[in-house]
Protein backbone atom coordinates (compact mmCIF):
# COMPACT_ATOMS: atom_id res chain seq x y z
CA UNK A 1 0.00 0.00 0.00
CA UNK A 2 1.16 3.27 -0.29
CA UNK A 3 2.00 4.85 2.71
CA UNK A 4 2.77 8.79 1.18
CA UNK A 5 -0.57 8.23 -0.55
CA UNK A 6 -2.24 7.95 2.38
CA UNK A 7 -0.52 10.35 4.49
CA UNK A 8 -2.11 13.19 1.84
CA UNK A 9 -5.43 11.78 1.75
CA UNK A 10 -5.37 11.93 5.87
CA UNK A 11 -4.81 15.87 5.26
CA UNK A 12 -7.69 15.91 2.42
CA UNK A 13 -9.22 14.07 5.66
CA UNK A 14 -8.35 16.12 8.24
CA UNK A 15 -8.42 19.74 6.78
CA UNK A 16 -10.94 19.74 3.55
CA UNK A 17 -13.37 18.42 5.97
CA UNK A 18 -12.92 21.14 8.60
CA UNK A 19 -15.76 23.77 9.14
CA UNK A 20 -17.01 25.70 12.62
CA UNK A 21 -19.42 23.71 14.30
CA UNK A 22 -21.93 26.46 13.87
CA UNK A 23 -21.65 25.88 10.22
CA UNK A 24 -24.39 22.80 10.44
CA UNK A 25 -26.63 21.76 13.39
CA UNK A 26 -26.21 18.72 14.72
CA UNK A 27 -29.40 17.91 15.51
CA UNK A 28 -30.12 17.90 11.84
CA UNK A 29 -30.18 14.55 10.34
CA UNK A 30 -27.90 13.84 7.84
CA UNK A 31 -30.72 12.68 5.16
CA UNK A 32 -31.90 16.76 5.64
CA UNK A 33 -28.24 18.25 4.78
CA UNK A 34 -26.65 18.70 1.65
CA UNK A 35 -24.08 17.30 0.54
CA UNK A 36 -21.13 19.79 1.66
CA UNK A 37 -23.26 20.23 4.97
CA UNK A 38 -23.04 16.46 5.17
CA UNK A 39 -18.91 16.89 4.76
CA UNK A 40 -18.83 19.94 7.38
CA UNK A 41 -20.93 17.77 9.62
CA UNK A 42 -18.77 14.43 9.48
CA UNK A 43 -15.37 16.99 9.34
CA UNK A 44 -16.78 18.84 12.79
CA UNK A 45 -16.45 15.11 14.14
CA UNK A 46 -13.13 13.90 13.00
CA UNK A 47 -11.79 17.31 14.25
CA UNK A 48 -12.89 17.32 17.62
CA UNK A 49 -12.05 14.36 18.45
CA UNK A 50 -8.21 15.21 16.74
CA UNK A 51 -7.96 18.20 19.32
CA UNK A 52 -9.39 16.10 22.30
CA UNK A 53 -5.56 15.56 22.97
CA UNK A 54 -4.38 12.13 24.94
CA UNK A 55 -2.79 12.09 28.29
CA UNK A 56 -1.72 9.06 28.44
CA UNK A 57 -1.45 5.77 26.59
CA UNK A 58 -5.31 4.88 27.50
CA UNK A 59 -6.73 8.28 26.40
CA UNK A 60 -4.67 7.34 23.54
CA UNK A 61 -5.98 4.42 22.46
CA UNK A 62 -9.41 5.67 22.85
CA UNK A 63 -8.41 8.53 21.00
CA UNK A 64 -7.46 6.39 17.90
CA UNK A 65 -10.42 4.06 18.61
CA UNK A 66 -12.87 6.74 18.40
CA UNK A 67 -11.31 8.05 14.99
CA UNK A 68 -11.81 4.70 13.65
CA UNK A 69 -15.15 4.25 14.39
CA UNK A 70 -16.00 7.95 12.75
CA UNK A 71 -13.58 7.48 9.94
CA UNK A 72 -15.95 4.13 8.99
CA UNK A 73 -19.02 6.23 9.84
CA UNK A 74 -17.77 8.44 6.88
CA UNK A 75 -16.30 6.71 4.00
CA UNK A 76 -18.23 3.72 3.27
CA UNK A 77 -15.72 0.88 2.83
CA UNK A 78 -18.09 -1.87 1.45
CA UNK A 79 -19.03 0.98 -1.63
CA UNK A 80 -15.09 1.66 -2.13
CA UNK A 81 -14.07 -2.51 -1.79
CA UNK A 82 -16.38 -2.87 -4.93
CA UNK A 83 -15.75 0.27 -6.54
CA UNK A 84 -11.50 -0.26 -5.75
CA UNK A 85 -11.94 -3.82 -7.50
CA UNK A 86 -13.94 -3.45 -10.40
CA UNK A 87 -14.41 -6.42 -12.74
CA UNK A 88 -12.80 -8.40 -10.67
CA UNK A 89 -15.22 -7.92 -7.81
CA UNK A 90 -17.99 -9.95 -10.16
CA UNK A 91 -15.32 -12.78 -10.26
CA UNK A 92 -15.23 -13.27 -6.33
CA UNK A 93 -17.29 -14.94 -4.22
CA UNK A 94 -19.43 -13.78 -1.32
CA UNK A 95 -16.27 -14.82 1.09
CA UNK A 96 -14.02 -14.01 -0.92
CA UNK A 97 -15.39 -10.54 -1.42
CA UNK A 98 -16.19 -10.20 2.70
CA UNK A 99 -12.80 -11.26 3.49
CA UNK A 100 -11.13 -8.68 1.00
CA UNK A 101 -13.42 -5.94 2.54
CA UNK A 102 -12.51 -6.52 5.78
CA UNK A 103 -8.94 -6.34 5.19
CA UNK A 104 -9.67 -3.28 3.47
CA UNK A 105 -11.67 -1.53 6.09
CA UNK A 106 -9.36 -2.79 8.79
CA UNK A 107 -5.96 -1.04 6.60
CA UNK A 108 -7.94 1.85 6.00
CA UNK A 109 -8.77 2.49 9.68
CA UNK A 110 -5.36 1.52 11.07
CA UNK A 111 -3.52 3.58 8.36
CA UNK A 112 -5.48 6.93 9.28
CA UNK A 113 -5.88 6.12 12.81
CA UNK A 114 -2.05 5.85 13.71
CA UNK A 115 -1.15 8.78 11.08
CA UNK A 116 -3.40 10.91 13.26
CA UNK A 117 -3.37 9.36 16.46
CA UNK A 118 -0.96 12.02 18.47
CA UNK A 119 -2.18 15.23 15.69
CA UNK A 120 -4.24 18.17 16.60
CA UNK A 121 -5.70 21.15 14.21
CA UNK A 122 -4.79 24.41 15.02
CA UNK A 123 -7.32 27.45 14.50
CA UNK A 124 -5.79 29.29 11.72
CA UNK A 125 -3.34 26.97 10.85
CA UNK A 126 -5.47 26.51 7.15
CA UNK A 127 -7.98 27.68 5.21
CA UNK A 128 -10.81 26.28 3.31
CA UNK A 129 -12.93 27.72 0.34
CA UNK A 130 -15.99 25.35 -0.64
CA UNK A 131 -15.71 25.92 -4.62
CA UNK A 132 -18.64 23.41 -5.87
CA UNK A 133 -21.67 20.52 -5.27
CA UNK A 134 -22.71 18.83 -8.54
CA UNK A 135 -24.10 15.65 -8.87
CA UNK A 136 -24.61 13.94 -11.97
CA UNK A 137 -25.59 9.83 -13.22
CA UNK A 138 -26.43 9.17 -9.29
CA UNK A 139 -23.10 10.93 -8.07
CA UNK A 140 -22.44 13.75 -6.53
CA UNK A 141 -19.38 15.80 -5.82
CA UNK A 142 -18.12 18.44 -3.16
CA UNK A 143 -15.15 20.20 -4.21
CA UNK A 144 -12.64 22.60 -1.77
CA UNK A 145 -9.40 24.03 -1.73
CA UNK A 146 -7.05 23.64 1.32
CA UNK A 147 -4.91 26.23 2.18
CA UNK A 148 -2.34 24.71 4.55
CA UNK A 149 1.43 26.17 4.72
CA UNK A 150 0.74 28.48 2.00
CA UNK A 151 -0.18 25.52 -0.38
CA UNK A 152 -3.23 25.05 -2.18
CA UNK A 153 -4.89 22.00 -2.17
CA UNK A 154 -7.77 20.68 -4.46
CA UNK A 155 -9.89 18.30 -2.70
CA UNK A 156 -12.73 16.26 -3.93
CA UNK A 157 -14.64 14.07 -1.88
CA UNK A 158 -17.35 11.72 -3.94
CA UNK A 159 -20.51 10.09 -2.42
CA UNK A 160 -23.69 8.17 -3.98
CA UNK A 161 -27.18 7.87 -2.51
CA UNK A 162 -27.79 5.03 -0.53
CA UNK A 163 -30.71 2.93 -0.53
CA UNK A 164 -31.99 4.36 2.29
CA UNK A 165 -31.57 7.55 1.12
CA UNK A 166 -28.38 8.41 3.22
CA UNK A 167 -25.21 9.69 1.98
CA UNK A 168 -22.72 7.13 0.93
CA UNK A 169 -18.76 8.38 0.86
CA UNK A 170 -16.56 6.38 -1.40
CA UNK A 171 -13.66 8.15 -3.06
CA UNK A 172 -11.75 10.92 -1.42
CA UNK A 173 -9.23 12.98 -4.53
CA UNK A 174 -6.39 14.92 -3.21
CA UNK A 175 -4.78 16.75 -5.88
CA UNK A 176 -6.40 14.90 -8.69
CA UNK A 177 -4.72 11.91 -6.65
CA UNK A 178 -8.08 9.59 -6.06
CA UNK A 179 -8.28 6.81 -3.62
CA UNK A 180 -10.34 4.54 -5.49
CA UNK A 181 -8.07 4.82 -8.70
CA UNK A 182 -5.14 4.81 -6.54
CA UNK A 183 -6.16 1.35 -5.02
CA UNK A 184 -7.95 0.13 -8.28
CA UNK A 185 -4.52 0.40 -10.02
CA UNK A 186 -2.45 -1.47 -7.36
CA UNK A 187 -5.09 -4.42 -6.78
CA UNK A 188 -5.68 -4.85 -10.68
CA UNK A 189 -1.78 -5.04 -10.91
CA UNK A 190 -1.52 -7.44 -8.35
CA UNK A 191 -3.99 -9.98 -9.21
CA UNK A 192 -3.39 -9.94 -12.67
CA UNK A 193 0.39 -10.55 -12.65
CA UNK A 194 0.25 -12.96 -9.08
CA UNK A 195 -3.60 -14.07 -8.75
CA UNK A 196 -6.24 -13.15 -5.62
CA UNK A 197 -4.36 -15.21 -2.91
CA UNK A 198 -1.16 -12.69 -3.60
CA UNK A 199 -3.17 -9.62 -3.50
CA UNK A 200 -4.72 -10.85 0.37
CA UNK A 201 -1.41 -12.02 1.55
CA UNK A 202 -0.21 -9.12 0.98
CA UNK A 203 -3.12 -6.96 2.34
CA UNK A 204 -2.53 -9.07 5.40
CA UNK A 205 1.49 -8.62 5.76
CA UNK A 206 0.57 -4.65 5.29
CA UNK A 207 -1.95 -4.95 7.72
CA UNK A 208 0.53 -6.77 10.42
CA UNK A 209 2.93 -4.05 9.88
CA UNK A 210 0.46 -1.32 10.84
CA UNK A 211 0.01 -3.19 13.93
CA UNK A 212 3.33 -3.91 15.09
CA UNK A 213 4.43 -0.04 13.99
Given at each position: ?R???L??V?????????AP??T???E??????TA????????????A?L????TD????AQ?I??L?R??S????I???A????G?????R?????AE?T?L??DL???????K??D????P?S?????D????R?G???V?????YD?EPHAVE???????????V?????T?????????A?????????????????????R???????
Amino acid sequence: MRTAFLARVCLSLVLALAAPAATVAQEVPPTALTATQFVQQKGDEIIAILNQRPTDEASRAQRIANLRRTISGFINIEVLAEEALGAHWEARTPAERAEFTSLLRDLIETSYSQKLGDEGVAPGSYTVTWDSERSRNGRTRVEATVTYDGEPHAVEVIMREGTDGSRVVFDLVTDDVSLRDSYAESFDNIITEHGWGELISRMQERLAELRAA
